[in-house]
Nanobody, 114 residues
């Protein structure tokens, strides 16, 4: 039973990445899911979340740039990130919303730098 994040990398300012959160061992569409990031020296912050019904929420800095979505057939949640800037640099995690301590994974590193 786990969540596995992927899709991070190094991107220039203004670039885009799509993160994936794949569930195994359980059905992800039974739950609300969030993407959480943690930059060095900072606490974790919830960037975006999606309910079972598909309603979404974003932190102010992500509105208009990030899009969270889910593909229940693939048991996967995505985070499309556009217009990235250096302040978006962090390790990105997915988890149930609210978070379940059993599901913290390794995360995926996103680095925005020229």
């Amino acid at each position: 039973v786990q969540l596995v994040e992927s899709g991070g990398g190094l991107v220039q300012p203004g670039g885009s990445l799509r993160l994936s959160c794949a569930a195994s061992g359980f059905t992800l569409d039974y739950y609300a899911v969030g993407w959480i990031r943690q930059a060095p020296g900072n606490e974790r912050e919830l960037v975006a979340s999606i309910t079972r019904g598909g309603s979404t929420n974003y932190i102010d800095s992500a509105k208009g740039r990030f899009t969270i979505s889910r593909d229940n057939a693939k048991n996967t949640v995505y985070l499309q990130m556009n217009s990235l800037n250096p302040e978006d640099t962090a390790v990105y995690y997915c988890n149930r919303d609210p978070p379940d301590t059993r599901f913290w994974g390794q995360g995926t590193q996103v680095t925005v730098s020229s």
